[in-house]
């Protein structure tokens, strides 16, 4: 059974960085894809990045295009995104996610491919 929690959220101000973790239990971790959503107050849940099963190919939001960076590490079963240039409309709880019913060559955008969820960790950016 796969588990996922995420952590490194936090309050920062405009122009800061941060580091969401993903960590991921049991011993497949490396045959699936994983993304990262967010979900703002009153808005619903909206696809961040995603990233494959070797960590060769990645799939990032337009509005976060060039400012995140997903990445991974197989050996620590840890799934990252590094967020640069944070903006107050970066403000949400994260939630990273594991797609372990498709290949893990296949990105995903659309959070009902997405079968593992964490508990989500709360990013705020300040202005």
């Known amino acids: 059974q796969v588990q996922l929690v995420e952590s490194g959220g936090r309050l920062v101000q405009a122009g800061g960085s941060l580091r969401l973790s993903c960590a991921a239990s049991g011993r497949t971790f490396s045959s699936y894809s994983m993304g990262w959503f967010r979900q703002a107050p009153g808005k619903e849940r909206e696809f961040v990045a995603a990233?494959?099963?070797?960590?060769?190919?990645?799939y990032y939001a337009e509005s976060v295009k060039g400012r995140f960076t997903i990445s991974r590490d197989n050996a620590k079963n840890t799934v990252y995104l590094e967020m640069n240039s944070l903006k107050p409309e970066d403000t949400a709880v994260y939630y990273c996610?594991?797609?372990?019913?498709?290949?893990?060559?296949?990105?995903?955008?659309?959070?009902?491919?997405?079968?593992?969820w964490g508990q989500g960790t709360e990013v705020t950016v300040s202005s």
């Open positions: 990233i494959t099963y070797t960590g060769a190919a990645t």
């Open positions: 996610a594991a797609d372990t019913r498709s290949h893990g060559s296949i990105l995903r955008d659309a959070a009902r491919w997405y079968d593992k």
